[in-house]
């Protein structure tokens, strides 16, 4: 590094005229601007917004991706607001996010304030929690249909020896869905303990302490103090963690396949049968714009609610 | 947040008595993983019977064996590494670029850009794929390892990160070396650059999480199974071999144990990333 410096020093001694040289260098920054930006505009455009334009052409057409697809209109559109598999896969993935964004939120919660003290092995712990975070759906989706193998799974073995007889588990119509809810969770949660802590070590020292002098309890200080430093990471979980559960799929794929009788198919997972498997590209895709849609309508939602609360705190 | 201030209780137990809290639920969290592990060390008798064995008294390699001889496994292996290599790359370089293009240099439309490009980050990726395919396949990049590094190769978060890390470096430094006669690109990679390192851990971070453990687009993209990476061949093993659980948690493990390891050891770094991941969101 130093080097480079007395190379620029003695560079600049000819220079008679620094403004001058200094306009044309500056002529020159747009175009340098345009080939920093282009390989990026070039792959985030072509691959994100033209995409998106196509689709929603695609999803007015009848199209099996091979032979040339005919216009539809908004056919393919009537006929999802029709389709029982289309309406169980709507229903399924609604069922899914309302008990995983609220459960993973307040376990989150919970967890964190558990795991934010100084303790021993404080580390350990907080390792343990976050580590499942990190495993791919895939893994936990093949690790889970082991442990909960209706044959030779460890699930049923610990449930045998509370004399509590075996459950088909992933194999039970009845009870897939939930326990997908429940994997989701495993490795869930660990997220939004991850943001809480953050949260909840940003919060000043002497706020709580403040909050303790002037005889507020736990409960007080919390409800008060705590809870309402941390509504922005309430409402970025929510939003995440209900884009999230909306557009689940890896780990249906890889557990269920939609199964048993169809009890777990949701919209992406229909989306995506339909697309590659029965290659029905154009109804596809007119199921993945009404998921688009849904996703846009909710965080649209959310954030006007949050600009509204912003708005009344600011008043106040 | 400091803990609060509690009064002085008689300390009953050599140490406190959260950890009756702490411990179990932390085990929750880690005895599937610690299954996965036994499990792949187990041989399918020791597996298959009821109850199974919790304990095994022998260690097997015949998972390993099994996932060695049937399947491509170390094949699958070298086609994750090369992807999540090129694509953590990809978005390193040219998210330094576009990032630090968007936050000092002044060009005409980059305003309107920078908001189109972030509005790319909303949508969902349901409604690109089908077009997605249809492009890689006219680029004949479907069924190669090509199909899964360009769509990613930059992510406009990548490019958003970099812009907010660039904006917060103070501007004396680069001016300094730029009066200096340094050329913009040589002033970028030896002064802005090696002060972006925590903006470059999160980029590598975040973008080597969400390419090592995809499934949705190389399910999509690739048929021939030389070309699978480690999740969709994982994926498609375990649907072939629903009873050999021993060979199936011994290539779960495998596919599992370079993002256990990163974590292990970059533990700070992972964590800070998706806390600001979330804050920045």
Redesign the interface.
């Known amino acids: ?1 130093k080097t ?2 007395r190379v ?2 003695v ?2 001694e000819p ?1 008679r005229d ?1 403004a001058r040289s ?1 306009r044309r260098r500056r002529y020159g ?2 175009s ?3 080939s ?2 282009l ?3 070039a ?10 334009v ?3 052409v ?1 999803s007015l057409q009848s199209s099996d ?1 091979i032979t040339p697809a005919q216009w539809v209109g908004l056919k393919n559109y009537e006929t999802l607001s029709h389709d029982p598999n289309f309406r169980a896969a709507v229903g399924h993935t609604l069922i899914y996010t309302a008990l995983f964004v609220p459960l993973s939120i307040a376990g989150g919660l919970g ?1 964190a304030l ?9 580390g ?16 936990q ?7 909960f ?1 209706s ?4 699930a ?2 610990v449930l ?2 509370f004399d509590i007889p075996a459950q088909g588990f992933f194999a039970d119509k009845s009870q897939a869905l939930y326990l997908l809810v429940l994997i989701a969770l ?1 490795s869930g949660v ?2 939004c303990v ?2 809480y ?2 949260g ?2 940003d ?3 002497e706020l ?2 403040a909050a ?1 002098i002037d005889g507020a309890g ?1 409960g007080a ?1 919390f409800r008060f103090v ?1 809870w309402p430093a941390l509504r ?2 309430t409402v ?2 929510l ?2 963690e209900t ?1 999230q559960s909306l ?1 689940v ?2 780990m249906v ?2 557990t269920t396949r939609g199964g048993p009788l169809e009890s777990t198919t949701v919209v ?1 997972f229909f ?2 049968q339909q ?2 498997e029965v290659f029905n ?1 154009g109804y ?2 007119a199921g ?2 009404v ?2 849609f849904g ?2 309508v909710l ?1 649209i939602g959310i954030r006007l609610i949050r600009r509204g609360d912003e708005r009344k705190v600011s008043r106040r | ?5 509690v009064h002085r209780r008689r300390r009953w137990l050599p ?2 008595p ?2 009756f ?3 179990p ?3 929750l ?2 005895l ?2 610690v ?2 592990v036994l ?1 792949s060390f187990m041989s399918n008798a020791q ?6 064995t ?1 304990i095994p008294h022998s260690l097997h390699l015949d998972g390993y064996r099994y996932v060695l001889d049937n399947a491509l496994f170390p094949r699958w292996f070298l086609n994750s590494a090369i992807v999540a290599v090129v694509v953590v790359i990809g978005n390193l370089v ?2 330094i ?2 990032g ?3 936050a000092r ?4 439309g ?1 305003r309107a ?1 920078l908001a ?2 972030l509005g ?1 980050l ?11 395919f ?2 890689m396949k006219d680029l004949g990049l479907v069924d190669t390892l090509g199909a899964l590094m ?2 990613s ?4 978060l990548a ?1 958003f990160l970099f812009r907010q890390f660039f904006l917060s470096l103070p501007r004396e430094v680069e001016e300094a ?1 730029w ?4 050329s ?1 690109l040589r002033t970028l990679w ?1 002064v802005v650059v090696p002060m972006a390192r925590p903006a470059l851990g999160t980029v590598a971070v975040l973008t080597f ?1 969400a390419t ?5 687009w190389p ?2 993209a690739i048929n021939n199974d030389h070309n699978y990476t480690l ?2 061949g ?2 498609t093993f ?1 649907g072939q071999h629903r009873t050999e ?1 021993s060979a ?2 011994a ?2 493990l495998i ?2 144990l370079p ?2 390891i ?3 050891a970059a ?1 700070r770094t ?2 800070r990333s ?2 600001s991941s ?2 920045k ?1």
């Open positions: 590094m480079q410096f620029a020093v560079n600049r220079v620094p200094l920054e747009a340098t601007a345009w920093y930006v390989p990026s505009v792959i985030i455009l072509g691959l994100g917004i033209v995409p998106m196509w689709s929603l695609l991706l967890l558990l795991l934010n003290r100084k303790v021993r092995l404080i350990l712990y907080r390792t343990l929690v976050f580590v499942p975070f990190v495993v791919s759906a895939t893994a989706g093949v690790l889970f249909s082991f442990i193998d044959h030779f799974g460890l049923n073995a045998h020896w495993w660990g997220f991850v943001v802590l953050a909840l070590q919060i000043p020292a709580v302490e303790s736990r200080t705590v922005p990471m970025f979980l939003i995440w884009l557009q799929f890896d794929f890889v992406v989306v995506w697309a590659f590209a596809a895709a993945a714009y998921l688009a996703l846009l965080s | 947040m400091t803990t609060l201030p140490f406190s959260w950890h809290v702490l411990a639920v932390s085990l969290f880690g599937p993983l299954w996965l499990s597996i298959n019977r009821f109850p199974p919790i040219f998210g670029l576009g630090y293009a968007f240099l002044r060009f005409g980059s850009l189109l490009m790319t909303v949508i969902p990726f349901q409604i690109t794929m089908i077009p997605t249809l492009i360009v769509p190769l930059v992510t406009p490019v070396a009066m200096d006669g340094c913009r030896h999480l090592w453990n995809d499934l949705t399910l999509i999740q969709l994982l994926a375990q659980w199936v948690m290539g779960n596919a599992v993002v256990l990163a974590f292990l533990q992972f964590i998706l806390a979330a804050v969101g």
